[in-house]
């Protein structure tokens, strides 16, 4: 895995999980609260499932790693009334549920 990708993805994942945080613990305003918590988490996962695609182990897991994070941005701005809001978190657990699958296999000796 390239270190900057590397890098890159994991600044993604810890600024969407103090989002998470923010946002759960209602740190700010309502307004901003909703948009930590469901918009910019979800941008947030998206890029970083964006740049964990290319260093999936399994190639046949690239492109709906692309698709889970497309499914996560396209989601989070939908608004919550919408019957298709949900989009946003069918694309996260595709995303994390990809990553799972696609770990290499540890070889026990």
């Known amino acids: 895995m390239n270190t900057n990708t590397q890098t ?11 989002c ?9 305003s309502p307004e901003i609260n909703d948009l930590l918590y469901n918009k910019l ?13 290319p260093t ?6 690239l ?13 989070a701005f939908l608004p919550h009334d919408s019957k298709f809001s949900g989009l946003k978190t069918i694309g996260l657990f595709a ?3 990809l990553s799972i699958f696609s ?6 000796k």
């Open 20 to 28: 998470l945080l923010i946002g759960f613990f209602n740190l700010f």
């Open 8 to 18: 890159i993805q994991g600044i993604l994942s810890i600024a969407a999980l103090i």
């Open 103 to 108: 770990r290499p296999r540890q070889v026990r």
């Open 56 to 61: 999936l182990t399994n190639k046949n897991f």
């Open 41 to 53: 988490f979800y941008v947030l996962i998206g890029a970083s499932f964006f740049f964990q695609a």
């Open 63 to 75: 492109y709906p790693m692309y698709a889970a994070a497309a499914i996560c941005v396209i989601g």
């Open 95 to 97: 995303g994390v549920i």
